[in-house]
């Protein structure tokens, strides 16, 4: 962790105890269980928070919900799943909070879910993007999310390779973490119902920095667009490795090259290689800007604005199920949440009836933007195919 996100750590968390301890006696509160130090995805838990404590505050400067302000509890689960299962019993159980947003890594999602559903506590989450947090296990489900789904980023992907004239073989490249595996999963399941078959299917180690022998083998069998799961780090690895052999593919990846950790690993030319989808580019709304230009300076990845952007929203989403409810009773809000009756203004869109009962994410693949890495920057990306995508490509 360096100096200048030890330090933004330190201020989240600091504010956060702050706000919880010395606040309203009558507050309710709103908990934060995220990475925000251990792995490369800590800057979109630190970016996370930075949304909600916005959200808190516009909230609270409007006179709070139910006559009472808002406060935040933050914790740091280190991106290991016992911490974040035990930050989660401890949030709900001994912090009395309403509601839990996060978390940074997907694995610890899915790693919890349960809790929420067993203590009837709603979960939005705003962060990590599996398909299967939002999946109902039996009996009310309490997941939510305000973010990217690895399903619907996965379906745009195939809609591309299958739709792009130049394909002729496809290769699957994964990393061997619950992620991988869970985008894999999708790949399979969507490329088998999509007609889009693998001639190769690599996985890799998330702290790996050579994937030549991978390569080597997608290259011999002939891949010439390769689609790849993985975190931001190991993905700059992959297109290092790229370069040894001077073999460059057609690369599609997940969300995770958005990450400053995957262009610094890539280097400014090498991390213009891959096409991925994310919410926000460069081509900012208004409302995104001022949020970007309130928040900025405080982010430690400017590429990390859109987990600030979906936390946020997901703040307002639950403060208006709170108030909508009359109460903060879990139940209450879960049948709120799941039938908002007036429109939430948000940094993404104003969200009309975001949730159902069968229905638990708020954003769509239509939300999603086509980008790439140009100088430095992360702008939209546009080429004849993805011109020609219709939304019958997105169907899942």
């Not at 996965?154 to 792009?164: D, E, F, S, T, W």
């Not at 400014?268 to 891959?274: S, V």
């Not at 639950?318 to 039938?339: C, V």
């Given at each position: 962790?360096?100096?200048?996100?030890?330090?933004?750590?330190?201020?989240?968390?600091?504010?956060?105890?702050?706000?919880?301890?010395?606040?309203?006696?009558?507050?309710?509160?709103?908990?934060?269980?995220?990475?925000?130090?251990?792995?490369?995805?800590?800057?979109?838990?630190?970016?996370?928070?930075?949304?909600?404590?916005?959200?808190?505050?516009?909230?609270?400067?409007?006179?709070?919900?139910?006559?009472?302000?808002?406060?935040?509890?933050?914790?740091?689960?280190?991106?290991?799943?016992?911490?974040?299962?035990?930050?989660?019993?401890?949030?709900?159980?001994?912090?009395?909070?309403?509601?839990?947003?996060?978390?940074?890594?997907?694995?610890?999602?899915?790693?919890w879910k349960h809790i929420p559903n067993q203590k009837k506590n709603p979960s939005i989450g705003c962060i990590g993007s599996a398909t299967d947090i939002t999946k109902a296990a039996g009996g009310d489900n309490y997941m939510y999310?305000?973010?990217?789904?690895?399903?619907?980023?996965?379906?745009?992907?195939?809609?591309?390779?299958?739709?792009?004239?130049?394909?002729?073989?496809?290769?699957?490249?994964?990393?061997?973490?619950?992620?991988?595996?869970?985008?894999?999963?999708?790949l399979q399941e969507l490329g088998e119902a999509k007609g889009l078959k693998p001639v190769a299917t690599e996985k890799f180690g998330v702290n790996d920095t050579d994937m030549t022998s991978q390569l080597n083998k997608m290259k011999?069998?002939?891949?010439?667009?390769?689609?790849?799961?993985?975190?931001?780090?190991?993905?700059?690895?992959?297109?290092?490795?790229?370069?040894?052999?001077?073999?460059?593919?057609?690369?599609?990846?997940?969300?995770?090259?958005?990450?400053?950790?995957?262009?610094?690993?890539?280097?400014?030319?090498?991390?213009?290689?891959?096409?991925?989808?994310?919410?926000?580019?460069?081509d900012r709304t208004p409302k995104q800007q001022q949020l970007y230009d309130r928040l900025g300076p405080k982010l430690t990845s400017k590429s990390a604005f859109s987990f600030a952007a979906h936390c946020y929203d997901a703040t307002?989403?639950?403060?208006?199920?709170?108030?909508?409810?009359?109460?903060?009773?879990?139940?209450?809000?879960?049948?709120?949440?799941?039938?908002?009756?007036?429109?939430?203004?948000?940094?993404?869109?104003?969200?009309?009836?975001?949730?159902?009962?069968?229905?638990?994410?708020?954003?769509?693949?239509?939300?999603?933007?086509?980008?790439?890495?140009?100088?430095?920057?992360?702008?939209?990306?546009?080429?004849?195919?993805?011109?020609?995508?219709?939304?019958?490509?997105?169907?899942?």
């Open positions: 962790m360096t100096p200048t996100s030890a330090a933004l750590k330190a201020a989240l968390l600091g504010t956060a105890l702050t706000i919880s301890t010395v606040g309203y006696a009558q507050e309710i509160k709103i908990g934060f269980n995220g990475d925000l130090s251990a792995s490369p995805s800590a800057q979109s838990g630190q970016a996370g928070v930075l949304g909600i404590q916005a959200a808190i505050e516009d909230i609270n400067a409007a006179g709070g919900i139910l006559g009472r302000k808002l406060a935040l509890v933050v914790r740091d689960d280190l991106s290991q799943p016992p911490k974040s299962i035990q930050n989660m019993s401890d949030l709900i159980d001994n912090e009395k909070v309403v509601t839990v947003l996060g978390p940074t890594n997907s694995g610890n999602a899915l790693a999310r305000v973010s990217m789904v690895d399903r619907a980023q996965v379906a745009g992907l195939i809609a591309y390779a299958k739709n792009n004239p130049s394909t002729k073989n496809v290769g699957f490249l994964v990393e061997t973490t619950g992620y991988g595996q869970g985008g894999l999963k999708d011999a069998a002939g891949v010439d667009t390769v689609l790849v799961w993985a975190q931001g780090t190991p993905i700059g690895q992959l297109v290092r490795s790229m370069e040894k052999i001077n073999y460059f593919p057609v690369t599609l990846t997940s969300w995770s090259s958005d990450n400053a950790s995957f262009y610094d690993t890539a280097g400014k030319t090498l991390a213009e290689k891959p096409i991925f989808m994310r919410t926000i580019t460069e307002m989403i639950a403060a208006a199920a709170i108030k909508q409810a009359g109460s903060t009773e879990g139940p209450k809000m879960r049948e709120a949440l799941e039938n908002l009756q007036a429109p939430v203004d948000g940094i993404m869109k104003t969200y009309n009836k975001p949730f159902s009962a069968t229905e638990h994410e708020a954003l769509t693949a239509s939300d999603y933007r086509w980008t790439h890495w140009k100088d430095g920057k992360l702008v939209s990306y546009s080429d004849d195919v993805v011109k020609a995508l219709k939304p019958s490509d997105f169907t899942q």
